[in-house]
């Protein structure tokens, strides 16, 4: 599988390697001058069948001694595909990493060239939501985050807000994705498989659908400005509140209250949200509403 290359927003992995915390950074890439040398060519593969990797990775070199601050030295680094170093003979860390999933090794250089192949296990995610009709839902209020699941069962956040249509970079595992459509209840929950080698596509049906609030004086009446806005459940919680004249949200599907207040004076309306049908929702301003 060829993924997508690692975009510059991607969030690398914390390394997580026998006895490195913390490293120091690089203070030289290549040997000193003079000094004899042993070629070392690193590729990595998704899986131990797999083609090597064409882009997308970040090689980190680390020396396997601490300095006196108890940091091991970073001695180079290489991005893109398969990468070559030239480095002094001696015991050296190899870590390889593409997106949040990584493998390291620990190497010894002499004066021989040297091939190393990292199996990463990885696969990638790309995540999409669709309505009930199959129509699109609106990207630019559409994310997705994906937690890790834990062998204890805990949730750790690892990639928040990540957007439809991108490709992640992920181990091979079971990942616990939330989608959220829009900012109030519009959610959607689901447990995802990423396999080694392969693309996962995912796309989650939301239930929901885009509400616009107007508050008028006639049914052809323009909406009226300096208006808070109040959104309640159905259990009487409060979902949203704004203030304007065309407050615009999305709902999941089911039975709403708006409540508007205009120079102190209350209304109210009851509507209903069906899934993938947009709807400007016109709360009258007359007595029969009124509070």
Known sequence: ?????????????????????????????????????GELFLEARLTEDGAPVANGLLWRIFGTQTDPDGKLPLIATASGGGAQFALEPGSYLVHAAFGRASASARISIGEEARRQTMVLNAGGLKLDATLPDGSAVREAKLAFD???????????????????????????????????YGDINATIRADLRVEPGKLTEA?????????????????????????????????GEVLAEHVGAYPTLILAAGEYTAIANHRDAIYQHTFDVVAGRDVTVRVMASEENAQ
Request: aromatic share 4%.
């Open 1 to 37: 599988m060829d993924l997508p290359a690692l975009a510059p927003e991607d969030t690398l992995p914390d390394l997580d390697l026998p006895g490195l915390t913390s490293y120091a950074p690089a203070n030289r890439v290549a040997p000193l001058t003079g000094v004899t040398t």
């Open 203 to 235: 796309a989650i049906e939301h239930r929901a659908a885009q509400v616009t609030l107007n508050l008028v004086r006639s049914e052809n009446g323009f909406p009226l400005a300096d208006t808070a806005w109040s959104v309640i459940g159905v259990s």
């Open 146 to 180: 994906i937690y890790d699941m834990g062998a204890d069962g805990e949730r750790d956040l690892i990639l928040p807000e990540v957007p439809p249509g991108k490709t992640v970079r992920l181990p091979a595992g079971t990942y616990h994705v939330v989608s959220r």
